[in-house]
């Protein structure tokens, strides 16, 4: 019936785009976006971010069917509407349900207009999007089939593939994990490392989590006390990985390097069930889970420092052996509530304080500062500590009604949080998607770029004007006194 609803909906605008009379055009600080969402059975939507409205969408046919080796319908972005007189393109990957084969639909992201439509010979394996672009600034789309058989769309030119840095991938099959080295020319995967977790039958891998591809880190250190520097492992090839035994109930973490293969970090946390949550952010990992134990949510933090002494100074290098593990530094915390979702803030440079967002079953969506989050808050606070305002440890992280984003609006369902950087820096925005869409703009640091409406304008602006007649008047005197001591 939910299909048959859809259908009839996308035959009733047959045009994918929907004339709202008025024309769309971005405003100065990046603050209103297209939200462009697939649901599982193949409608994409465009939403205009100011005031939901459904601007187009479009029916991707009656043989929709969301691809076997991920989880939901994947999305990409090739170029956005930053390159003038281009238009953005993104793309969706899905199967088809009769023949399990792998179909492309490329798409104008603002306007709904289908681009290209390719249907594939094999199923898919593995699909992500390129680093490199050509002269169209278009991010090409790396298929890799089931026999491992590599496709990139739309094609590009050789020169182009042999500029492009190395490009590493990595297949996890059960408790098996291996990576390859992709020849974007010669279009083959070369395997170069291979690896067991020994998971036992009951344990199974229930999430993946690597580092976004365009996140920024501002800060390469963190300054302790003694004013001496503590650098941070921030490894953006470093994958994190769950593995959940739901009979013997505890939880598994790997975190892995998918580069070079090396194990960096294993842990067991016992009497843990799901439901299991976990963000990779930056040198630092939180993860949240169902303690049987003590019979309520708790969330775990897990920072990796490379200590005193920086080895990577400008580009993080898998291949180059460190002189010594990075450090791990460990803490957990009591949640009063359950946890549908978990997700973390995003600004363009990195510099405002993240803020860990956590959606609840009861419809609220919770933002947690990473202050609280530390795993280096200490028990006991000395005179030092005061001065840097450190935050002592307490075991149960708070939850206050004025930390809810979503303040009355209640959010049911929520499946996953995105976030997004804006124009300004203080300002990171929210998307949350299940049964309910809710978008929103976050300052976990409050608004220090903006100005208050309640800024005196007029006095400033007085005080400006005085200043510059002050300027004027004092040339004019100065002027004329060393005129005046000339003729003296």
Same mark, same amino acid.
């Given at each position: ?256 390097? @998918?580069?070079?293969? /090396?194990? =960096? %970090?294993?842990? #067991?946390?016992? !009497?843990?069930? *799901? ?129 809810? @984003?979503?303040?009355? /609006?209640? =959010? %049911?369902?929520? #499946?996953?949080? !995105?976030?997004? *950087? ?67």
């Amino acid at each position: 019936m939910q299909k048959w609803v859809l259908k009839a909906a996308n035959q009733i605008f047959s045009f994918s785009y929907i004339n709202r009379g008025e024309v769309l055009e971005r405003d100065f600080f990046n603050l209103r976006k297209m939200l462009v969402i697939v649901s599982l059975d193949g409608v994409i939507f465009g939403l205009d971010s100011s005031d939901g409205s459904v601007v187009w969408r479009h029916w991707l046919g009656d043989n929709f069917a969301p691809l076997i080796s991920t989880i939901g319908v994947p999305l990409f972005i090739h170029r956005t509407t930053a390159h003038y007189q281009r238009s953005g393109l993104a793309s969706v990957v899905f199967r088809d349900s009769t023949s399990s084969a792998g179909v492309l639909v490329f798409f104008d992201p603002i306007t709904g207009e289908i681009r290209d439509r390719t249907q594939l010979m094999t199923a898919i394996k593995r699909a992500d999007v390129l680093s490199i672009a050509g002269k169209d600034h278009i991010n090409p789309l790396l298929i890799v089939g089931q026999n491992n058989q590599v496709h990139i769309f739309p094609s590009q030119p050789d020169e182009v593939l042999l500029a492009a840095p190395p490009v590493y991938i990595f297949n996890i099959e059960s408790s098996r994990i291996s990576g390859a080295k992709l020849n974007l020319v010669g279009k083959e995967l070369i395997n170069t490392w291979s690896a067991d977790l020994h998971l036992a039958p009951s344990e199974h891998i229930i999430i993946v989590k690597g580092k976004p591809r365009h996140q920024k880190v501002h800060s390469q250190g963190r300054v302790l006390i003694d004013r001496n520097v503590q650098y941070k492992y921030a490894n953006p090839n470093l994958v994190a990985i769950a593995a959940l035994d739901a009979v013997h109930q505890h939880l598994l973490l790997f975190l892995i390097d @998918v580069v070079s293969g /090396q194990m =960096v %970090h294993s842990a #067991r946390l016992p !009497k843990a069930t *799901a439901p299991v949550h976990l963000v990779h952010c930056e040198h630092w990992i939180a993860y949240s889970y169902w303690s049987e134990k003590g019979r309520r949510t708790e969330i775990g933090i897990l920072e990796l420092y490379e200590g005193s002494e920086q080895t990577y100074k400008d580009r993080f290098d898998s291949l180059t052996p460190t002189k010594q593990p990075p450090e791990i530094i460990s803490q957990s915390f009591i949640y009063a509530q359950g946890i549908q979702a978990m997700g973390v803030s995003e600004t363009e440079k990195g510099l405002t304080t993240r803020s860990l967002l956590l959606a609840l079953p009861l419809g609220g969506i919770h933002e947690v500062t990473r202050k609280l989050l530390d795993a280096t808050r200490p028990l006991e606070l000395t005179q030092e500590m005061r001065e840097e305002m450190m935050i002592p440890y307490m075991p149960e992280i708070p939850v206050a009604t004025e930390d809810m @984003v979503n303040y009355n /609006q209640t =959010v %049911h369902g929520v #499946r996953g949080i !995105k976030t997004a *950087a804006s124009g300004l820096e203080s300002t990171s925005l929210m998307l949350a998607y299940g049964k309910d869409v809710f978008f929103t703009r976050l300052t976990p640091s409050g608004t220090f770029d903006i100005l208050k409406d309640d800024f005196d304008h007029v006095l400033i602006s007085a005080v400006l004007f005085g200043l510059i007649a002050g300027s004027i008047i004092s040339k004019k005197l100065a002027r004329n006194n060393a005129l005046s001591a000339a003729w003296t």
